[in-house]
């Protein structure tokens, strides 16, 4: 066995992951270069983490290995019933990728995925019971990949997403919750389709099904179903190559509605944890992402991006935003790359998360939750 098949068999095991959010758990861009550019990579495959968002986009990249690290930080802002809270995030995020070229017309190779939310007040809020308040979601997914060029030009990719998923909720004993954590595994399938389809122009079609996980025991009086499963999306992208310059754009649609625990509203009428039981009153997202990339010089490329979304949650379920703070839709996208040698190269991305307020009415009446996020990426590739 060579040292990339063997780097390749050991890479699910050197993540770990916790998560800030920007589309809800998910990140607006998977890849360091992709954060760079908005997030559109559906066409525009850059790096062995393109897995994440289109399985056929590996058939491009060749054999290499990518890991990356993602600085989160800014401040998180509720008023719940006149009781003022926040909590200055701080979060660091491992991101891994590693593909293989084993046939001129076949690649292998696995992706790994962070997504997640929390909020830790350091104290209770009365509105929901009478411990701190702490919330803690995060999701990882190891994604076997596998591609195939079925004409020149034309890739179709599958990916086997397995799934682990840990929950926290301290602090909500108003709600029924038990302070406890609970752990789940999960599984789902994610395809994809890849190529040219005139000189210059790509187009990425990718859709995932849900990712299916356990029952989580400590939570099911609370959560419908006991079910936390991570919901379907579809996507479709084009990239086009214009001498230096690279213009991609995505759209993305998210089913968070389907879902029962992120869709059934606060106030769905029935008891907590049956399947019509409160949830987070989420809608459904849909995604825009817009990036540019410019090769300024043989080693040096530059980059922007703009990814725009509606926002999933509305004001009238503003109140358990305040403990799963997944409400920033809109962010701007900054990154580089250079080319150290033939092999290696150093990418940086950084990401602004538009500032956003909920204001809650009806039922969430008195609640504001919201704040704004800062997001800095730095990325080591290798072709082998």
């Given at each position: 066995?060579n040292?990339f098949?063997?780097?390749?068999?050991a890479?699910?095991?050197?993540?770990?992951?916790?998560a800030g959010?920007s589309?809800?758990?998910?990140?607006?861009?998977?890849g360091?270069?992709?954060?760079?550019?908005?997030g559109a990579?559906i066409?525009?495959?850059?790096?062995a983490?393109a897995?994440?968002n289109?399985?056929?986009?590996?058939?491009?990249v060749?054999t290499r290995?990518?890991g990356?690290?993602?600085a989160?930080?800014?401040?998180?802002?509720?008023?719940v019933?006149?009781?003022?809270?926040?909590?200055?995030?701080?979060?660091f995020?491992p991101?891994?990728?590693a593909?293989?070229?084993?046939?001129?017309?076949?690649t292998?190779g696995?992706?790994?995925s962070?997504?997640?939310a929390?909020i830790?007040?350091g104290?209770?809020v009365?509105?929901f019971?009478s411990s701190?308040?702490?919330?803690?979601?995060?999701?990882?997914?190891?994604a076997?990949?596998?591609?195939?060029?079925?004409?020149?030009?034309?890739?179709?990719?599958?990916?086997l997403?397995?799934?682990y998923?840990?929950?926290?909720?301290?602090?909500l004993?108003?709600?029924g919750?038990?302070?406890d954590?609970d752990?789940?595994l999960?599984?789902?399938?994610?395809?994809?389709?890849l190529g040219t389809?005139?000189p210059g122009?790509?187009?990425?079609l990718t859709?995932?099904?849900p990712?299916?996980?356990?029952?989580l025991d400590?939570?099911?009086d609370?959560?419908?179903?006991?079910?936390?499963?991570?919901?379907?999306q579809?996507?479709l992208?084009?990239?086009y190559?214009?001498g230096?310059?690279?213009?991609?754009?995505?759209y993305l649609?998210?089913?968070?509605?389907?879902?029962?625990?992120l869709?059934n509203?606060?106030?769905?009428?029935?008891?907590p944890?049956?399947?019509?039981?409160p949830?987070?009153?989420?809608?459904?997202?849909?995604?825009?992402?817009?990036?540019?990339?410019y090769h300024?010089?043989?080693?040096?490329?530059?980059?922007?991006?703009v990814s725009l979304?509606n926002?999933q949650?509305?004001?009238r379920e503003?109140?358990l935003v305040s403990?799963?703070?997944?409400?920033?839709?809109?962010?701007l996208h900054?990154?580089?790359?250079y080319?150290?040698?033939d092999?290696l190269?150093?990418?940086?991305a950084?990401?602004?998360?538009l500032r956003h307020?909920?204001?809650?009415e009806?039922?969430?009446?008195?609640?504001?939750?919201?704040?704004e996020?800062?997001?800095?990426?730095?990325?080591?590739g290798y072709?082998?």
């Open positions: 066995m040292r098949s063997r780097l390749l068999l890479s699910p095991l050197l993540v770990a992951t916790t959010a589309n809800g758990p998910q990140y607006a861009g998977y360091a270069q992709a954060m760079g550019m908005g990579a066409a525009n495959p850059t790096d983490v897995a994440v289109n399985p056929a986009g590996m058939g491009l060749g290995i990518d990356s690290l993602t989160t930080t800014g401040q998180l802002r509720s008023n019933q006149g009781a003022k809270n926040s909590d200055d995030v701080l979060v995020v991101g891994f990728g593909n293989y070229q084993y046939r001129p017309d076949i292998v696995v992706a790994v962070g997504y997640g929390g830790d007040y104290k209770s009365p509105a019971g701190k308040v702490k919330s803690e979601l995060a999701q990882m997914l190891v076997p990949t596998a591609t195939y060029e079925f004409q020149p030009g034309h890739y179709l990719g599958l990916s997403k397995l799934g998923e840990t929950l926290m909720l301290h602090g004993e108003n709600f919750a038990s302070n954590r752990h789940a999960g599984a789902g399938l994610g395809i994809g389709y389809i005139a122009l790509r187009l990425g859709y995932s099904s990712v299916w996980f356990q029952k400590a939570h099911e609370i959560i419908p179903n006991g079910r936390l499963n991570m919901p379907q579809a996507g992208g084009l990239a190559d214009s230096p310059w690279t213009f991609a754009f995505d649609w998210i089913d968070w509605s389907s879902e029962k625990a869709a509203s606060l106030t769905q009428g029935g008891p944890g049956a399947g019509n039981g949830g987070f009153g989420w809608r459904d997202q849909q995604v825009f992402r817009f990036g540019v990339n300024y010089s043989e080693r040096l490329q530059l980059r922007t991006g979304a926002h949650v509305p004001d503003a109140t403990i799963a703070p997944c409400n920033q839709p809109k962010s900054l990154g580089l790359t080319q150290v040698s092999q190269e150093v990418t940086g950084y990401m602004y998360d307020i909920t204001k809650g009806g039922a969430s009446e008195g609640v504001e939750a919201g704040g996020l800062h997001m800095l990426t730095v990325g080591l072709r082998f």
